[in-house]
């Protein structure tokens, strides 16, 4: 007879007997406890993270736990199995997001081979000895540091900010002449160039010391903020929480609107500056350091949020001819941008290229690694507009197409984002035409989150619920395809079934919305490959970034026409590539210029203009394809 | 019979009737109303201004008076005659103070010849009109203007600020595309070089249209600004006032002492800058602009002085061995710098040599024009310091000498600043060495100013009241001689005759405070000839700068060796020449490298370690010196 041990969770009445080598979400589910589990009990996304408090278990992953996590006895429910008698906290639901947005979607990033602090970044500590004034010598402070300084590097011009000044008189006295000058140069520290000293460090700061800088992405949805020690390059921990701009609109043009009424544009300012100063204090604490300890922060963010972050009006991105006030955003101070890093730290924002491609686009291409391949590539970020990039080392074309939000759950009858009670996963069975689904955190469903919609629409079309025009085939032996207000419909669960107390439906005004958001993202790809004569079957790899990416089904994205139809090994998930790519900017300038010269090079083709664009889209408006020789794996049933 | 006039004084009982031509001063002593006269009745002043309501007057001088004064029946009562039946208002004395902050220490420039704002300015403004944004060309609002201006001006690098990022995109659609973009170029617009876009303007600005900057002079006791034209070059007007820091602490000393205590340095600088922006918002009532439109201001200032303006800790300027934090201060923002002028406007602070030789001294010097003659000179700044330099086109040598605030009225028993009260001048009968003396404002005197001590000083040397080494003679026949609570001591004016109802006296005490301060000036003369093996007689000329020149008396300065004896042509007053300099950097970068060059070439002599300085200081301490070979012009009395 097998071991068993007995489970006491803090929020259930009484303990459970479980064998040895349960999962903690069994035993829990045993308790009669749901436990989130978004990613599907696959251990990536941390919803699931519970308190063991004593006892003990056995931990098969801590992916998204920090050591002192795991440490306080923090466990992933999926991953961990029961090998005692336990005691588990399940922190309320408002505690896992706030433990969540320090933890989730950290980027998986290594720090490039080779990377040398001492000629990669544009930060430099250069620790000093002085002689201190005399009778004989009344060089003022700022002459006798700056003599100094220019003995150890080799500058044409060195700059210092009146806060430094202001502290100058003080530090050289009390660290008895000792001191460390922080200097920025933002082109690399360059023979002849020039350079700021931003800080004046009291002693001498050992090299091996870390040094503080920080890569944000400001997304429509999310800001990820990662704190980065700049002298050994490794990332030192990781935060994320929704862009609290959200309230304010969903999408960048309802806060494009927002921003153009009153004070709407400081409001979103002041929002989207909350969430990154939160992060960036939720980031130091794990990193056991401060906020004002950070001295270069580098920003990431379609053209949108970086008009919104730094208050510059965004109303031209939205209105003919789709203008942005600035694509190239000169280094700021914290002070100017707002943020509570060291206020005489610097904040670059990188350069984007258009009103729909920012430079959460630009450092993509840069972190994917596809301007400097031979091979044609495709980068691809899909959210509420769908970006695009082709090329390779030699060339670079981009285009973004308004896909609008319905991948992302909006504008569709029972849309919603990929939280708890969203199903992300749907099958129909073939015979019957009967549905079933996984609902993020597992239990009943609320509604239909983008992944879903994805798998329902392919589903549907391969079990011959709808046809090539997505309309229902009124035909079939099923109760669940019937018409409804809003005219045919699909039933994927019934009202009983659900947390709203509703049948939850895909609808025929659904299923437009939908082949239109895939058709416009289809018809950039058509138009990018027609814009410089390559086919897309020439292309060599597509590159998926973004939070989309991360849920995608390739094969389902297929069988509908959102994603071309090609080998499933050319296709790659690369995460937060935005993320990735400030990172990279942040550890080197180089990169930062690589990422500039992309921008440059990079063409943007208009779709709103383009003839090309309307062909495509009307091309794809059938699933997959009014063309299906380009579709050539999808076999759809014939019946 | 002469024509006989009424003029009637709102502030007098009754009319009095004066012969036509009749000065308003005299007519007024008629009618019992005192009316201020600091200058003595020379139209230098102005403080004796009054208004005119209603009758004729012819003006002999309108010093110190704008065209709208003039206008508004503004007249000096001591340059202005009786030509009808008159009212006259006599402005309250806190009115006409109020008016003379505005008006008072007017420095006298002229714009230099063949100024070209097109060439010599930091400002340029660039009229540009731009082709609007189309589907066809979706360049950026800020890529457009660059590539726009880059057209026009030549330039390697065009900076933008936030601000001016956030304002672009309406300013350029308001104004149809048609702006006028202020540039800022802090080495002159140079071809291939960098500037900063400081301020978008709409519409295209015509040529000739003011662009405004402002002078400023912060002067330990008072604070001068001059609102200048940057186009024609011409000073639109001026305002002065106390240095509202005089409140805290009179000298530089116990200034840097309450700036060093809690949150001292704070109050000053909150002070002075209060005295600064409401002279800016004077300057700029009179010249029907305002402040926000001043983009460019230039400050002179001794060291002391540009510390606490930028809260600077200055305590090391007080402290051996004495040194500044700095002596170049880098370009800031309005908005740093605390000015209310436009925010992204800079502000250039001019720069010092050492602790007691600060911008004021280079920026007199260049007004001087002593760095561009071939003459010996010497360049004196008497306040509580004095600051000299000696040279010519080829080298300079500077030194400072602690005189003490003795020449201000301080440190003196009865001693006071130049207002109103204060005896000016003072004469001593040489047969019965009874005194009579000249009141500031007329009335009956309250104490002594810094020229009424010179005067005094020199009268009793002269007179035999005092010996060479400042001793009195008991022996001589007058009751004004005698000892007092103080020891040795003078009767300037007896208590019956003063407004303090107490004998004013100088005491031995005093004189040898005076004696300290003109041998400390003095040993600096010498040590500064020494420096260079120059001889005093071989200097060419002596120019005199600051407050303290404007009422010195050249021969009775001489006769207590206060100045090197040498004929009067060589003396020359130039008033504020710190604010002239301010102002010829203000038109002029090549004048600001100029400053800046003769602030490097300066050798500065540190006095407090240099032996021959005591020397020199031991020898001065006789009036008027121990060699009276140096002094052959002063003939004293045997008696």
Known sequence: MATTYRVKFDIADEAVEVPAGTMLTAAAEKAGIEINQPCGGQGRCGQCAVQVTSGNVRRRSTM??????????????????????????????????????????????????????????????????????????????????????????????????????????????????QVTPLLFAEGGLQSGGRAEIIDLLPGLIPEDEPLWGAAVDIGTTTVKVMLVDLISGKPRSQASEYNAQIARGEDVISRIIFASKGTGDQTLRELVLESINRLLEQACRRGKTKPADIYHTVVSGNSTMIHLLLQIPPSSIRLAPYVTVANHIPVLTALEAGLYTCPQGKVTCLPGVASYVGSDITAGVLSSGMSETDKVTLFLDVGTNGEMVLGSKDWL??????????????????????????????????????????????????????????????????????????????????????????????????????????????????????????????AGFTVLGDSVGIPLEAVEQVLIGGGFGQYIN??????????????????????????????????????????????????????????????????????????????????????
């Open 64 to 177: 998204r736990l920090s050591p002192e996590d795991v440490e306080q006895g923090f466990a992933l429910a999926c991953q961990t199995v029961v090998e005692g008698d336990l005691t588990v906290v399940v922190p309320p639901q408002e505690k896992i997001q706030q433990h969540l947005t320090t933890a989730q979607s950290a980027a998986d990033v290594t720090v490039p081979d080779g990377y040398d602090s001492s000629r990669d970044q544009v930060l430099r500590r250069v620790p000093l000895t002085l002689t201190p004034p005399s009778m004989d010598d009344q060089t003022s402070d700022w002459a006798r540091l700056q003599t100094a300084l220019l003995q150890k590097v080799d500058l044409g011009q060195l700059d210092i900010s009146l806060p430094v000044l202001q502290k100058l008189p003080g530090v050289l006295r009390e660290s008895d002449w």
């Open 397 to 522: 074309v981009t285009c973004a197409c308004s896909a609008g939000p319905a991948f992302e759950g909006a504008g569709v009858h029972h849309g919603m984002r990929a939280t708890t009670g969203a199903i992300d996963e749907v099958w129909i069975n073939n015979e019957n035409l009967e549905a079933s689904w996984r609902v993020i955190g597992g239990g009943k469903p609320k509604g239909l989150c983008g992944s879903a919609l994805i798998s329902l629409l392919a589903e549907m079309l391969m079990t011959g619920v709808i046809n090539k025009n997505g309309r229902f085939d009124y035909s079939k032996d099923t109760a669940r395809i019937r018409k409804g207000s809003h005219g045919g419909e699909y039933v994927v669960a019934w009202a009983d079934e659900t947390e709203i107390g509703d049948d939850i439906i895909i609808t025929e005004v659904d299923i437009d919305n939908l082949m239109r958001a895939k058709a416009a993202i289809f």
């Open 554 to 639: 390739v094969e389902k994205s297929i069988q509908i026409g959102l994603l071309p139809d090609m080998p499933w090994d050319r296709f790659e998930f690369l995460g937060n590539t935005s993320l990735k790519g400030s990172y990279l900017a942040l550890l080197d300038y180089k990169n930062r210029e690589e990422i500039t010269a992309i921008a440059s090079k990079m063409t943007y083709i208009e779709l709103s203009a383009d003839n090309r664009f309307f062909d495509a889209f009307t091309s794809a408006m059938f699933l997959p394809h009014t063309d299906m020789t380009l579709f050539p794996s999808v076999q759809i049933d014939p019946n």
